[in-house]
């Protein structure tokens, strides 16, 4: 290069291997290739090594004010960019309001399945809700009529007011609801 600086010097090719792993520490970097940074580092000082003058300073200290520049400005970059938040993301909302003039929440974007498949939730799709409910409606059919009275109570009731509206205790009700988990298990559902 101009003025005898060379990249491939082995102290400028330390300086920016130090300056890259100082920069992949922070929080900002996280995600980028440490391969990245050092390219990144590289193209700004080879921008700059042709306004090295040796009369003003030393090629050392130069080269380690432009890095510590460009790792400043780097940095902030990456910071800047994460606050921004974009990440190359699109709003559903936004999606949605290109095709149709209605505006639309995310929440009536989103359908039940995929919320459930962000919690993690099993998602059955309609057949499979269709045999369950069927075997549900014929173990409970198979029950006494005290057990069968006590599910249908509990599918729309807490146990607190199920107990209330039975008439019973919730001990009763706690050792029932354990015959009711009991006689599904046999039947081959599993305890939730």
């Given at each position: 290069m101009t003025n005898g600086a060379s990249l491939n010097d082995t102290y400028i090719r330390t300086l920016i291997l130090i300056k890259a792993r100082s920069l992949m520490k922070s929080p900002a970097f996280r995600g980028v290739e440490r391969d990245d940074v050092l390219r990144d580092l590289t193209l700004v000082l080879a921008k700059r090594i042709g306004k090295f003058d040796p009369?003003?300073?030393?090629?050392?200290?130069?080269?380690?004010?432009?890095?510590?520049?460009?790792?400043?400005?780097l940095l902030r970059a990456r910071q800047r960019e994460k606050r921004s938040g974009d990440h190359g993301m699109a709003s559903?909302?936004?999606?949605?309001?290109?095709?149709?003039?209605?505006?639309?929440?995310?929440?009536?974007?989103?359908?039940?399945?995929?919320?459930?498949r962000r919690l993690g939730l099993e998602v059955r799709s309609p057949v499979e809700k269709f045999h369950l409910s069927e075997s549900i409606r014929e173990i409970v059919a198979a029950l006494p009529p005290d057990l069968a009275d006590l599910c249908r109570a509990l599918?729309?009731?807490?146990?607190?007011?199920?107990?209330?509206?039975?008439?019973?205790?919730r001990r009763q009700l706690r050792k029932r609801i354990a015959e009711l988990r009991q006689r599904f298990a046999v039947a081959g559902f599993e305890q939730v």
């Amino acid at each position: 290069m101009t003025n005898g600086a060379s990249l491939n010097d082995t102290y400028i090719r330390t300086l920016i291997l130090i300056k890259a792993r100082s920069l992949m520490k922070s929080p900002a970097f996280r995600g980028v290739e440490r391969d990245d940074v050092l390219r990144d580092l590289t193209l700004v000082l080879a921008k700059r090594i042709g306004k090295f003058d040796p009369a003003r300073a030393q090629l050392r200290t130069f080269v380690s004010r432009v890095l510590d520049s460009a790792a400043i400005t780097l940095l902030r970059a990456r910071q800047r960019e994460k606050r921004s938040g974009d990440h190359g993301m699109a709003s559903i909302e936004m999606l949605r309001e290109g095709k149709t003039k209605d505006p639309v929440t995310g929440s009536a974007a989103v359908g039940e399945a995929d919320a459930a498949r962000r919690l993690g939730l099993e998602v059955r799709s309609p057949v499979e809700k269709f045999h369950l409910s069927e075997s549900i409606r014929e173990i409970v059919a198979a029950l006494p009529p005290d057990l069968a009275d006590l599910c249908r109570a509990l599918q729309g009731g807490s146990a607190v007011s199920t107990a209330r509206g039975m008439g019973i205790s919730r001990r009763q009700l706690r050792k029932r609801i354990a015959e009711l988990r009991q006689r599904f298990a046999v039947a081959g559902f599993e305890q939730v």
